[in-house]
């Protein structure tokens, strides 16, 4: 089991056990389990700055991911990853 957060194309970040899919020995995407949608809300509005910035008074906020579906493996391809 490895959880992680992935970040998507889209801007979610899901949490989420996270496995590689591969294709042989070619990894084409994560094979994620049981994931929610991670959202992070704060009261302070960041500044765009070069200095160091601290959140604080930051909720955190999980939600089923694809919450319509009946399974809970889901197979994201690479192309859709940021990070």
Do not use: C, H
């Not at 998507?8 to 996270?18: A, F, H, R, T």
């Not at 084409?28 to 959202?39: A, D, H, K, S």
């Not at 704060?42 to 909720?59: F, G, I, M, N, Y």
């Amino acid at each position: 089991m490895s959880v992680r957060i992935v970040r998507l194309q889209n801007g979610e970040d899901v949490i989420s056990d996270v496995r590689e899919a591969l294709n042989g020995e070619v990894t084409v995407g994560l094979l994620i389990t049981n994931p929610y949608q991670v959202y992070i809300q704060s009261d302070r509005a960041l500044l765009e700055t070069d200095d160091p910035q601290k959140l604080s008074d930051v909720q955190v906020q999980y939600l089923p991911w694809a919450p319509l579906s009946d399974g809970n493996e889901f197979l994201i391809r690479l192309d859709q990853i940021v990070t």
